[in-house]
């Protein structure tokens, strides 16, 4: 069965400082791989999917971006930090040919 | 633009309570309904979910959802909630997009149960 490693699992940083936070999957090809924003009272705010390698799609304009340099990797970054950028990032993938999506086991993100 | 609400951010409820979360959802093509519960300090999981047939779907722990398209609704429901069931509860629609789905969700419902 396929399994999500998200790190680092919490990461305390300046604004105006990069970002990089890594996505790896086991256990699948090609699927289809999300990241979500998740605070309290918001939900989850898809900000980007991507169906295959070099392929992203970003749903929200902000201080992000994210890449898939290999089909079982997906990286969320930023150039420079803002204050608003804190919160809960969750990687997700579907299966190709499926439609349930699994979740890692997220990063805690604290902009200082 | 694709967009999933759901009624209730908060609903505090006493044990064997009945529960029915709402959420609609605005997409005009064909679409996978979903129900994702986390409970406190666990990953998101699925409760249940609706693909086609049987508008009326059963999931686990005594959860079941009704899909009414006219409604462009999926609301979750429970007989009789337990303090166990204290959880967020996120309502999801998966659209087909070029080349993949593209999942939206709801803000959430957080529910309590008091014992």
Redesign the interface.
Known sequence: SQTIHQWPATLVQPVGSPLSLECTVEGTSNP?L?W?RQAA??????LF?S??IG?I?SEVPQNLSASRPQDRQFILSSKKLLLSDSGFY?C?L?QQGG???Y????TRLTVT | AQSVS?HN?HVILSEAASLELGCNYSYGGTV?L?W?VQYPGQ????LL?Y?SGDPLVKGIKGFEAEFIKSKFSFNLRKPSVQWSDTAEY?C?V?AL?T??????????TRLFVKA
């Open positions: 289809n999300y979500y009272g918001r939900g989850l705010q898809l999917y169906v295959g392929q799609s969750l997700a579907i439609y349930e999506q979740f890692g086991p997220g | 759901q951010h996978n979903f994702y990953h998101l999981q699925l979910k693909f996120f999801a998966n997009r080349g993949g789905f593209k999942t939206i969700f709801g803000a959430g």
